[in-house]
């Protein structure tokens, strides 16, 4: 396993991070899976065996199903990994519960460490950006937090730029601790990543913690030309996170045509293909990949331990290629002043 840095920080952190959504299967979470705490202790004891340390959740997931039964599967063992859990979503009908205010922070934290059977969460999320908090309160209770020692790391998700940007300069001015992750959907279907967060994430050196990296497995290598959508996806169930757009068909299967030349190329899988890509771009810390049962989870771990090559990498680019949103297709004809933009 091959280990990385979390962003400007000391802590190391696995290139690969098992994600726990598919834990608990209730309320509302049923299409994602259903493991139960025997079955994620056979899963976190193949991903430790793999070195895989770091493990990703959040309080939303199954309304805290998700964290309690990750915190029961690793108990006896809490000290060998890392966890990442988040908050700011709606935890039940409470006109204070959501957001990222100081009152619902620390709640949630002291939920969240509840039901994790812990005292400390390794990485704290906040879930989106709350536009109705002041980012000065969202921060300070954050750097509380860390300060009591309840919280090691703080980091953002599905954050904009400017949010990320002020929340920095916010944490900067006061002294306070800094956002150091961001968590982001990425993927060879949808960079859009890259046109901004990206070369945030190499200015200010925030990691990036990759969320569907096979988007929502239509880069896993059932998803073909003239075929039929697989009756066993979340696309199929309805539970996509990730939208679909009509019009990008040709280009999926574009980007699917070149996967599959790649993996008869490297004896490896599509999805491992996919997975690899973005284990080499810039800013990349950690992918988290989920599993609905141990072969999937095997089959994904896989995706180290070897590397594309550059005329691969570069195949895949071109493949993948969109047209990007202004101002970035402007700023792209400019390279020489925006050498950011260009990897």
Known sequence: MEYRNLGNSGLKVSALCFGTATFGGTNGFEGWGSTQVKEANGLINLCLDAGVNLFDTADIYSQGDSELVLGKAVEGIRNQLLISTKATFPMGKDVNGYGSSRYHLIEACEASLKRLNTDHIDIYHMHGFDGNTPVEETLRAL??????????????????????????SVSE?????????????????????????????????????????????????????????????????????????????????????????????????????????????PTITSIIVGARNEEQLKQNLQAVGWNLTQDQVKRLDDASVSVKAYPYWHQDERPELNSQLHF
Not at 150 to 160: D, E, G, H, P, T
Not at 185 to 210: F, K
Request: glycine share 8%; with cysteine; proline share 4%.
């Open 143 to 168: 750097d509380d937090l860390v300060t009591s020692g309840k919280v090691r790391y703080i980091a953002c998700s599905n954050f904009s730029g400017w949010h990320l940007m002020k929340s920095l």
């Open 173 to 281: 001015r006061y002294g306070w601790s800094k956002y150091v992750a961001h968590q982001v959907y990425y993927s060879l279907l949808n960079r859009d990543y890259e046109w901004e967060l990206m070369p945030l994430g190499i200015d200010q050196h925030i990691g990036a913690l990759v969320w569907s990296p096979l988007a929502s497995g239509r880069l896993s290598g059932k998803f073909r030309r003239n075929t039929p959508i697989p009756k066993d996806s979340r696309i199929a169930a309805g539970t996509s996170t990730v939208p679909a757009v009509a019009a990008e068909e040709e280009r999926l299967y574009r980007i699917v045509d070149e996967l599959e030349i790649i993996a008869g190329e490297t004896g490896k899988s599509v999805a491992q293909v996919a997975l690899n890509w973005l284990l080499q771009r």
